[in-house]
């Protein structure tokens, strides 16, 4: 994601992100759940769109490397602060020009951030890139949802200057995966009526 597509948004908030992410914390403990019995103590793993950690720090013991990434370099100044495993490694990167050679990875993780990217395709590109062959994408993405909740919800984020690009249902966001040479291997419903996310699981098809 090139710097001004919404960019400045996550500078701004980054001090505030991580507090305001602990409402949501039983939701990453769900959404870790699910993740951790795909990995391994042999795996690097590359996670894009970090933010301020709220799954690097819960999952990197889990693994050999954890590189943790994000565009905002005030969410990684964050992200520093806190004390963690030698596995994790916070660095700023733009998801869809990464400096890593292909077929460096075994997995990678993009949570809550696809359908906020204006171009979620070049990002997909990237993570096929540098996943080893049959390497797996973890991308847990909030979907589209109905309903005042939802559509209050909604607009206050918009107010805020948070702006989503595409609002995905579950089903549009599992099609929209598979179009770019991802095979689906699981998916599950999480969050609640105010908050929809599509858990999703796939393997690279190179």
Sequence with gaps: MKAGDSKDFWQRTAKSYGPFMKLSGKLYD???????PGLTRDMNVLELACGSGQLSFRLAGAVRLWEATDFSQNMIAEA??????SRLHFSVQDATALPYAPDSFDAAVISNAL??????????????????????????????????????RAWLLTLAGFKVYFKWTAEGF????SEHNF??????PL?????PLCYLEASVQK
């Design 30 to 36: 769900a959404i870790c759940e699910r993740m951790r």
């Design 80 to 85: 520093r602060k806190q004390p963690c495993s």
């Design 115 to 152: 359908h906020i990217m204006p171009r979620p395709e070049l990002a997909l590109a990237e993570i096929k890139r540098v996943l080893k062959p049959g390497g797996i994408l973890y991308a847990p993405t909030f979907v589209h949802g109905r309903g005042a909740g939802f559509r209050l």
């Design 174 to 177: 599992e099609r929209f995966i």
């Design 183 to 188: 095979q689906i291997r699981q998916t599950a």
């Design 191 to 195: 969050g609640g009526s105010l908050a």
